[in-house]
């Protein structure tokens, strides 16, 4: 698949203030985004994984693309909540952890009767011209929603494993997540298990040092692992369903291993700095070891789990 976006304007800064912003425009949504401009403030004050230094924006905007058709393609779907019939309808939606903005731009222009709100974690994204029926927003989710109680009827939250501690994953975001939902309303959560199985040695000191790192300040890096029992002890949580997928990395998976051995590998790129001070190793030997990854998961016959959850509100 071509890359979809071409990029213009790209600066990246140094602010003072705990949060990265990023504009962006785009044309309307076909099948996918067709034109992105973007510009860039990066920020370390927010501690995440996958933080990178890497200023090449159109190498990010297409890993993140890959997930996207990655994961349509392992769940034939882009959510599996029953909401499909109320989108259509018209309802209010909240994407949180929108990065690029794929998912609710494309939602925006499937369903032009329903109200999407998007925020992202780490930027705000302002794609122009706007869908008409949606908006973007900058949150990092260090401090409450700036959002009314009860106000979306469907909340779509995505990929923010490593991004946050566990106090504050369950004393914060995800209570503020609930809090927003309307009484009767969906929420689902979409992550992706960092744990591979079948993981060669190669992949597993990788994954150690992007372990290592991560807990050594105190990031969440098995957000799915909790979701059920925080979703069974939540007063306000009705009903709940939990769904998985195994998907293999490289070569030897067809066309799904293909997509996600793409996707993959610049995570291993983009967590270098932090994982080589866990790592005993140069430069050049991370680089070589990364060369050698894609023989080794189809030695191994690598697979990764996705998870989705879909819980409704009382």
């Known amino acids: ?19 990265s ?17 973007t510009e860039r403030r990066c920020s370390q004050a927010h501690p995440s994984i996958w933080l990178s230094d890497s200023t090449n924006l159109e190498e990010d905007v297409g890993r993140i693309q890959l997930q996207h058709r990655l994961l349509r393609n392992a769940w034939n779907a882009d959510f599996i909540a029953p909401v499909k019939e109320k989108l259509q309808s018209g309802i209010r939606v909240l994407d949180i952890g929108s990065g690029m903005g794929v998912w609710v731009c494309e939602r925006a222009a499937e369903f032009p009767k329903s109200k999407f709100t998007a925020i992202d ?24 929603l700036r959002l009314d109680d009860k106000m979306f009827d469907y909340v779509y939250v995505h990929f923010l494993t490593g991004y946050f501690t566990k106090k504050a994953w369950e004393d914060l975001v995800f209570k503020e997540v609930v809090r927003v939902a309307d009484s009767g309303g969906w929420i689902e959560f979409v992550e992706t298990s960092l ?9 597993r000191k990788l994954l150690d040092a992007t372990f290592a790192w991560a807990n050594s300040r105190g990031l969440h890096m098995s957000l799915y692992s909790q979701l059920s029992r925080l979703l069974e002890s939540h007063p306000h949580i009705k009903e709940y369903k939990r769904d998985t997928r195994s998907l293999p990395i490289g070569n030897w998976g067809g066309e799904s291993g293909d997509l996600a051995l793409k996707a993959y590998l610049p995570l291993f790129r983009i967590t270098k700095r ?7 190793t140069s430069n050049d030997e991370y680089d070589a070891m990364l060369e050698k990854l894609p023989d080794e998961f189809n030695e191994y016959r690598t697979t990764f789990t996705t998870y989705r959850y879909i819980a409704r509100k009382s």
């Open 195 to 203: 744990m591979l199985d079948r993981a060669g040695p190669i992949t």
């Open 274 to 280: 932090q994982n080589m001070e866990f790592m005993s």
């Open 121 to 144: 974690v780490l930027t705000e994204v302002t794609a122009k011209p706007l869908p008409p029926n949606a908006r973007f927003t900058q949150n990092t989710l260090q401090k409450k």
């Open 21 to 37: 912003s990023v504009s962006r425009s785009s044309s309307k949504k076909r099948s996918s985004i067709e034109s992105f401009k």
């Open 1 to 19: 698949m071509g890359n979809c976006y071409s990029t213009a304007n790209l600066e990246c800064e140094q602010d003072s203030s705990p949060r």
